[in-house]
């Protein structure tokens, strides 16, 4: 039953997949061929004075894609499951329907997982290429806070997507922005290096937001 499921959500992704991956590389390559041109214009020393004392993140490009690419992957996953009430099918499967929903939402987490490593190998990769070893580790922890975003705002959109209440919609909002938006407070390297732990296990607590939804479907609850 669980790789029916994960065909069928694979079957969903599939064009997100694709269209992330051309986006990330597109985007690390620009990275790359940006980083490897300031190097040939100016001296290295000038140019590690400049990423190191004025705190410059040279991938800032990147800040806001994986975010916007959480949102979106919930969007294509859950829709199609409340149009029609598809989801309510999933009460008549021979798994539980939060073991149902929390693998349909463990699918999208690893898909972000996934590419939240390759940005992460492909930074570490160029950093150190150009880089003292303390800025690609100081760039790293800075890059670390906006793949987080991705994942609170994955689990936030699933749970508006899925809950048939506009009022528990909002809520679900209210709750959620904050800690997205905290995690995209200033541009300086290394910002979060005494934090980020404590936002990771905030975020843990948000995979059970999206049972809230379903239970509340099951019980056939609307408002």
């Known amino acids: 039953m669980y790789k029916a499921i994960l065909y069928k959500e694979w079957i969903k992704i599939r064009w997100w997949v694709i269209g992330y991956l051309v986006v990330m590389l597109g985007s690390l390559i620009y ?34 894609i994986p975010v916007f690419a959480g949102i979106l992957l919930a969007i294509i996953q859950f829709v199609p499951e409340m149009v029609k009430k598809r ?26 997982a996934l590419f939240s490593l390759l940005v992460l190998v492909s930074l570490a990769v160029v950093s150190s290429i150009y880089f003292p070893h303390e800025v690609s580790a ?14 609170v705002a994955y689990l936030g959109a699933s749970a508006i997507t899925v809950d048939p209440s506009w009022k528990y919609r909002v809520v679900y909002a209210v709750l959620l922005y904050p800690i997205v938006q905290s995690l995209f407070l200033g541009g300086n390297l290394g910002l979060y290096r005494f934090s980020l732990i404590s936002y990771i296990f905030l975020s843990l607590i948000f995979i059970l937001i999206v049972l809230f939804p379903g239970y509340r479907l099951r019980k056939g609850s609307r408002l």
């Open 87 to 112: 989801y309510r099918l999933t009460f008549h499967l021979p798994i539980d329907e939060n073991k149902s929903l929390l693998f349909m939402s463990f699918v999208g987490l690893g898909m972000i």
């Open 31 to 64: 990275i790359g061929l940006d980083v490897r041109q300031w190097f040939e214009m100016n001296d290295a020393i000038r140019v590690w004075l400049y990423v190191i004392q004025r705190s410059v993140p040279f991938f800032k490009s990147l800040k806001f």
């Open 138 to 151: 100081i760039s790293l922890l800075t890059v670390a806070p906006w793949l987080l975003a991705s994942f």
